[in-house]
């Protein structure tokens, strides 16, 4: 149950943050987008400490469960910089948590992880 609750709340949090990207900001979409993409990204990173690490470094978590903390951090202080209406900041942990799913989403490319077996192990 948590690997499809994480994989499709990775997959709108990639789709919606990449939209969110490319459209004009401080927009009502921006907004009602942002909403959804943080809690994709919350849903993504929470989902993902129910899934058993690949190579652990700590108890069962990996490196890519150290980026989902990085998330976390980013969701929350993103969240926080919009309400105080500093918006550089906002902006730049909103984008550094992007990157975090980005990066993550890579590491399941890895040999061995599940992704990396359905794409290249189909046949």
């Known amino acids: 149950m948590f690997l499809a609750l994480h994989i499709t709340a990775a997959f709108f949090a990639l789709i919606s943050g ?10 009502k979409q921006h907004k009602f987008i942002g909403r959804f993409w943080m809690l994709a990204m919350t849903v993504t990173a929470l989902s ?18 150290f980026l989902s903390i990085w998330v976390l951090i980013c969701v929350a202080a993103s969240i926080y910089f919009a309400k105080v209406g ?7 942990f909103a984008v550094g948590a992007f990157y975090g799913l980005v990066g993550a989403g890579f590491g399941t490319l ?7 077996e ?3 192990n189909l046949f």
């Open 48 to 65: 993902s400490f129910a899934l058993k690490g690949f190579d652990p470094v700590i108890g069962s978590l990996s490196v890519i469960h």
């Open 110 to 116: 890895a040999p061995g992880r599940l992704i990396h």
């Open 18 to 27: 990449a939209f969110q990207l490319a459209m004009p900001k401080g927009t």
């Open 118 to 120: 359905w794409l290249f």
């Open 86 to 92: 500093n918006i550089k900041r906002h902006k730049n």
